[in-house]
């Protein structure tokens, strides 16, 4: 199983040493991948019909995942990088195409690109896109992106996307993998039909409840339950022995990926991540 860390964005306030820091560290420490969330803008909540519900503000930063993962590849010589998630359908589809396609090449093929709906109307408007169509959006998105990423010429015609006899050149060194991340029956459904994996947030219990029920949904669809990746994002909370407990039984449930999450400890500078990371690491035998 591959075990990864999330990197931990809310508590290093954008400091772009941290970047080069954590990333750097991730690798030394023998983690096989880092895995960043995305928003392009943080919205003030207060005041907003409907509500926003969810949790970040216009205080929370953010890196754009490709502008840092394209950064990271040139300083590190291992490990994966993957978005969990990139917010697909409020972006350009041929753009996120070339973005991806580029970190795919210039990292050596390390992405993996999870992509999801999102929560915030806000960031939506502010890009240009309609946020009550997303779920529709996405699934015409990355049906469009892998002939992108590997047909000569594309010719297309859907209800969002329109490309005329264009390509996308140089194209990534393969198809960059696409997995979903989100909750619920809608976007276990999307996954089973469309995606190479899927990333699990909330508890374990949950995780490997839902990691079941999607297995069953991808087998009945004729596709290879093997071939299917699963990562669990886990929480903080308690000591590393619980930590490495959550991640053991993970594996025995047929887990193939897992993220470390370090942000929600109290840790506010790279270093006191890094020594967390590395505890984690020798607790693992990953060193």
Known sequence: MQIGVVYPQIELRGDPDAVRRIGTAVEALGFDHLLAYDHVLGAVPTDRTP????????????????????????????IGFATGILILPQRQTALVARQAADVELLSGGRLRLGVGVGWNPVEYEALGEDFHTRGARQEEQITLLRRLFTEPVVDFAGRFDRIDRAALVPKPSRSVPIWLGGSGEIAFDRAARLAD???????????????????????????????????????????????????????????????????GRGLDSPDGHIEYLATVADALGRR
């Open 197 to 263: 994996g899927f990333i699990f947030f909330g508890g374990l219990d949950r995780a490997i409840d839902a990691w079941k029920r999607l297995r069953d949904r991808v087998h009945s669809l004729g596709r290879s339950v093997e071939a299917f990746g699963a990562d669990y994002v886990a929480l903080p909370g308690g000591e590393v022995g619980d930590l490495v407990a959550q991640i053991d039984a993970w594996r025995e449930a047929g887990g193939t990926h897992v993220s470390v999450a370090t942000m």
């Open 51 to 78: 509500a926003l519900t969810g949790p970040y503000t216009e205080r929370d930063p953010f890196h754009d995942p490709f502008v840092m993962f394209a950064y990271l590849a040139g300083i590190t010589d291992r």
